[in-house]
């Protein structure tokens, strides 16, 4: 079976037969609770059969192999087999009321925001450093900080848009004659003299590109040409008026606004505006970003081996950054060595410092105590969203005068508090960091939610217009949290419909790395033909 065709029936296996859970709160608890699911389904897609042994396709049952973390893989209402839970716990709620920092660190999550105001939060955190006027040689990349008007007319005078002649009036026609009586010589791309004009009834050789003479009537193509003797031409074909001319300014005229403010400059940026008369743009230069990659079970080559496993996150958050429009300095692996966090940590450059790992309050995970050591406030901290809710953001320069996040008087004690072991760089910018949690899924979540609306206000970008799909299959939803769902696109018809994805738990790829979008389940799920919000991935 083609990956293809084990893709789509993997679609089809895990939206067969489910229907929509019902809306209010209670029964659904009551309902999920009775559901077991598959660990090799922590698709949460596919639910298995009341004893739990369903096989994952592999051979294993439902209970073998499971982390055993407590963790709700599929980001969906599940009970943690090896973790009998209560009524909270079955609805799918990693955090109780009143659970303290002893469990993995998600006190915070019940004054956590939602996902999209999360969004906000991000998006309203930083503004963009002043303009800077680059060569186009250099700009790739930045984004337009004023618009780009056009300096000349498109084309900037007729032109022939065919080789062939440049003829006068119905055929046939006579060559036109130079004052010599001898042929005129045709008409290149890049002369330098207008050519003079054309009489009724004349024709004259002309290039693509070329001025076309005043007096032309039309341009007639070299294979549709037929020369009659050694001064006539004629045409089986005549061409309508115009045909085959690009006439001045028809793409724009001087002074037409082309593009916005706030457009990444790509490579057809930077011919429109070359072709439009521009030697530099005005730009807001890409955001500076360093990558930390943290864990020590992590390898960057081979199988995994003797517990450990391969980093997913090193080979896919640099470029997932670089798409976003950030410019990615360094990815670093640092294991789970606390000093050398700090270090990272306090003595980055960049302007946007990003951590996979190490988000949460386990006995390795070294970052919160970081920042608290290097005098960071917190602006995000835990997101009502699956995967991904310990993700977090953070200004590490919250005494900046120019802080773009506009500390409080409270941040600022907090800030200045015993331990902030770095003053604040006078008159920089602020540095951010972007905390993304180990899971892979739970990162991308991060790179969704927090990296991309904060690069794009650093860098002057707007915001991605929303856009909608109609769901072609139910998606069972968290009780209390956003999910975000790897979906594909499927059918042809003018609205979008999308398909959820298998294998869409918080540790896995498999999904994501074939889905078109990601769609935003809001808390309790959706239904087959609901319109959901659906985010493109950044390239
Ligand atoms: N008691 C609790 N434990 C956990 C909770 C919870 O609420 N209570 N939440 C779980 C969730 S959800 C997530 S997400 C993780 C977040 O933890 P961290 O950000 O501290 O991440 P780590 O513990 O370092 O790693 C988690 C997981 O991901 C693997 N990992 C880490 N980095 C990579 C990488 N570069 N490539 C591939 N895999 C990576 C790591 O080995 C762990 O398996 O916490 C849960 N626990
Ligand atoms: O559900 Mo966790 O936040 O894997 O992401």
Redesign the pocket.
């Known amino acids: 079976m083609s990956g293809a065709d084990e893709l789509d029936e993997a679609i089809a296996l895990a939206n067969s037969g489910r229907t929509r859970p019902d809306p209010p709160p209670a029964p659904r608890l009551k309902r999920i609770r009775r559901i077991q699911w598959s660990e090799h389904g922590e698709d949460a897609m596919e639910p298995v059969g009341p004893a739990g042994q369903a096989e994952d396709g592999q051979g294993r049952s439902a209970q073998e192999g499971h982390?055993g973390?407590?963790?709700?893989a599929d980001?969906a209402s599940r009970p943690a087999p090896q973790h009998p839970v209560d009524a909270s716990g079955a609805s799918g709620e990693?955090?109780r009321p009143g659970d303290g920092e002893g469990?993995?660190?998600?006190a915070a999550?019940e004054t956590a925001p939602s996902w999209s105001d999360a969004v906000g939060l991000a998006a309203s955190a930083a503004a963009p450093p002043p303009p800077t006027s680059l060569g186009l040689n250099r700009a790739l990349g930045h984004t337009l900080a004023a618009p780009v008007r056009a300096l000349t007319d498109l084309p900037p005078f007729d032109t022939s848009a065919m080789d062939g002649w440049a003829v006068s009036g119905p055929g046939p026609w006579e060559l036109a004659r130079t004052d010599d009586g001898e042929e005129r010589p045709g008409i290149l791309a890049g002369d330098r003299f207008d050519p003079p004009r054309l009489a009724d009834g004349e024709a004259v050789r002309i290039a693509t590109g070329a001025r076309v003479p005043a007096g032309t009537s039309a341009v007639l193509r070299w294979e549709a040409a037929e020369r009659t003797g050694a001064a006539r031409l004629r045409t089986a074909t005549p061409p309508q008026p115009g045909a085959d001319i690009r006439p001045r300014g028809q793409e724009c005229r001087t002074g037409d606004a082309l593009l916005g403010a706030g457009s990444p400059v790509t490579p057809a940026v930077l011919g429109l505006a070359a072709a439009a008369g521009y030697d530099e743009l005005e730009v807001v230069a890409r955001p500076r970003a360093e990558v930390l990659?943290?864990?020590d079970?992590?390898l960057h080559r081979g199988l995994p081996h003797d517990g450990r496993?391969?980093?997913?996150?090193?080979p896919m958050v640099e470029p997932w950054l670089t798409a976003l429009g950030a410019d990615v300095t360094a990815t670093r692996l640092l294991g789970?060595d606390a000093e050398a966090l700090y270090e990272a940590v306090s003595g980055t450059t960049a302007d946007v410092l990003v951590t996979?790992?190490?988000?949460?309050?386990?006995p390795?995970?070294h970052?919160q105590p970081t920042l608290r050591r290097v005098g960071a406030r917190l602006l995000v901290h835990g997101v009502r969203v699956?995967?991904?809710?310990?993700?977090l953001l953070a200004v590490l320069d919250p005494d900046d005068p120019d802080d773009g996040a506009g500390a409080t008087p409270g941040a600022r004690t907090r800030a200045g508090a015993a331990g902030a072991e770095t003053g604040a760089r006078a008159g920089a910018r602020p540095r951010y960091l972007v905390?993304?949690?180990?899971?892979?899924l739970?990162?991308l979540s991060g790179l969704v939610t927090l990296a991309g609306p904060l690069l794009r206000a650093l860098a002057g970008r707007a915001e991605p217009k929303p856009r909608t799909a109609t769901l072609g299959a139910e998606v069972p939803g968290h009780p209390r949290d956003t999910r975000l769902v790897p979906v594909r696109r499927e059918g042809s018809g003018v609205r979008s419909r999308v398909r959820p994805l298998r294998y869409a738990g918080?540790?896995m790829l498999r999904g994501v790395a074939s889905c078109d979008a990601l769609a935003v389940v809001p808390p309790g799920g959706a239904a087959p033909g609901e319109d959901v919000t659906v985010l493109e991935l950044p390239w």
């Open positions: 982390t973390r407590g963790e709700h980001g990693t955090e469990r993995k660190g998600h999550h990659v943290l864990g079970e992590l496993i391969r980093d997913a996150l090193g789970d996979t790992g190490g988000t949460a309050a386990g390795v995970d970052l699956r995967p991904g809710h310990p993700m905390g993304l949690p180990g899971n892979p739970a990162a918080p540790a």
